[in-house]
């Protein structure tokens, strides 16, 4: 049932954004599957986390967050976020040693390629927070 749910998620997050990236002429750099399930597994062990699902769709990764507590707040959701952003990019930068790991203020060498959709919430229905990064920014927009 959560996959479902977090698969939602995912979709409305891909429909409601589509046409938002830009186009990228870099070769993108594959993203092994050891590396989304270890990002996953670490966000997991969050007490805050019930489930979170990592789905790459073209030059896009879409993250997906569900929160145990509907009452969470915006400051802790986008924490949850940015935390399970750099988990996968810290991945990548374990797996490819040119890629830059993430620091204080960048998400990583993997979000120069790859932009950003990411949806904490509830549940499907719940859908609490947006955000999205395109190729050539640094920052989430919420």
Not at 61 to 88: C, H, M, P, Q
Request: contains cysteine; glycine residues 10%.
């Amino acid at each position: 049932m959560k996959k479902i749910i977090l698969g939602l998620i995912g979709v409305i997050l891909i429909l409601s954004l589509v046409g938002c990236g830009e186009s990228e002429e870099k070769k993108l750099p594959a993203i092994p599957q050891t590396a989304i399930d270890t990002a996953m597994q670490e966000m997991k062990k969050n007490s805050e986390v019930s489930d979170g699902y990592i789905k790459i769709n073209g030059n896009e990764i879409v993250f997906a967050i569900t929160v145990k507590n509907a009452s969470i707040s915006e400051d802790k959701a986008k924490g949850l976020a940015d935390s399970f952003i750099r988990l996968l990019g810290s991945q990548m930068s374990i797996n490819n040693k040119d890629m830059a790991s993430p620091t204080k203020d960048n998400l990583g060498g993997l979000y120069d390629y790859y932009g950003i959709h990411v949806g904490i919430g509830a549940s499907a229905d719940n859908i609490m927070y947006q955000g999205t990064k395109v190729v050539g920014v640094d920052k989430l927009t919420w």
